[in-house]
């Protein structure tokens, strides 16, 4: 429509103001950032700490989140290799929310709402590549890929 500019009556709302924007993004960094320093003190790899995978204690099969404990641990400590051998998939996901971070928080500055609209494709496409992770690291061969 021409001279539509988003509201009724062609009348655009104030942004709200940038400590409101910045709300949800800090309060999930600030979620994630707690948790991550917990794990990174309280270490993983000492038993009685955290529950066994349930997948891993009935079936004996490694689950795509084995070893994220640790390898959340290894990252915060600062042991990338050990962070990637244990879970090389949590590791990427770690980059994947740093980005989604960075980009909600600087649009919560310039206050353009921040939409994710994954396509069905692309949510196939990550259960693929879970799938594949998981039934190759529970093979021979992929055994650089167990925790």
């Known amino acids: 429509m021409p001279g539509w500019s988003g509201g009724p009556w062609g009348v655009v709302p104030p942004p709200r103001p940038l400590v409101r924007r910045l709300l949800a993004p800090v309060g999930t960094l600030a979620g994630v950032a707690a948790a991550f320093a917990y794990v990174g003190a309280v270490d993983p790899n000492e038993p009685g700490h955290y529950p066994v995978c349930p997948l891993l204690r009935f079936t004996g099969l490694y689950c795509?989140?084995?070893?994220?404990?640790?390898?959340?641990?290894?990252?915060?400590?600062?042991?990338?290799?050990?962070?990637?051998?244990?879970?090389?998939?949590?590791?990427?996901g770690y980059g994947l929310f740093a980005v989604v971070m960075a980009?909600?928080?600087?649009?919560?500055?310039?206050?353009?709402?921040?939409?994710?609209?994954?396509?069905?494709?692309w949510w196939w496409g990550i259960g693929a590549v879970l799938a594949l992770f998981t039934v190759v690291r529970n093979l021979p061969f992929g055994s650089a890929l167990a925790p």
Do not use: E, Q
């Open 103 to 121: 980009v909600w928080l600087i649009r919560a500055t310039r206050a353009v709402p921040m939409r994710l609209a994954v396509s069905p494709v």
């Open 64 to 92: 795509p989140g084995c070893g994220g404990l640790r390898s959340a641990h290894a990252f915060v400590t600062g042991d990338l290799p050990a962070a990637l051998g244990a879970n090389a998939l949590a590791v990427v």
